[in-house]
Nanobody, 117 residues
Framework: QVQLVESGGGLVQAGGSLRLSCAAS????????MGWYRQAPGKQRELVAV???????NYADFVKGRFTISRDNAKNTVYLQMNSLKSEDTAVYYC???????????WGQGTQVTVSS
């Protein structure tokens, strides 16, 4: 079992930056990929960025060049640095972790990001 706790969301003006953090309740060495998803009102949850156990990253086209995902295994934490934020980035952002052996997915409770134009 893994608990994921997100933090760092808030209200920011367009063009601004935020850094989200996702702290895992246990060592993330047993975790495979970790990622950030988001869900805007009335829309489906969508992938924002993912980082593998080995550190490879993948981004949705709509955040490439603006967002950076990183992983600190020593702190059991994954980060999402969000720059040049746009109003369309407004959503609840969720952290996700996939276990290496079982493939079980775990989700955080979400953190609200609101970008004012």
């Amino acid at each position: 079992q893994v608990q994921l706790v997100e933090s760092g969301g808030g209200l920011v003006q367009a063009g601004g930056s935020l850094r989200l953090s996702c702290a895992a309740s246990r060592s993330i060495f047993g975790i495979g990929s970790m990622g950030w998803y988001r869900q805007a009102p009335g829309k489906q949850r969508e992938l924002v960025a993912v980082i593998t156990r080995g550190g490879s990253t993948n981004y949705a086209d709509f955040v490439k060049g603006r967002f950076t995902i990183s992983r600190d295994n020593a702190k059991n934490t994954v980060y999402l640095q969000m720059n040049s934020l746009k109003s369309e980035d407004t959503a609840v952002y969720y952290c996700n972790a996939v276990m290496v052996v079982s493939g079980v997915n775990y989700w955080g409770q979400g953190t609200q990001v609101t970008v004012s134009s």
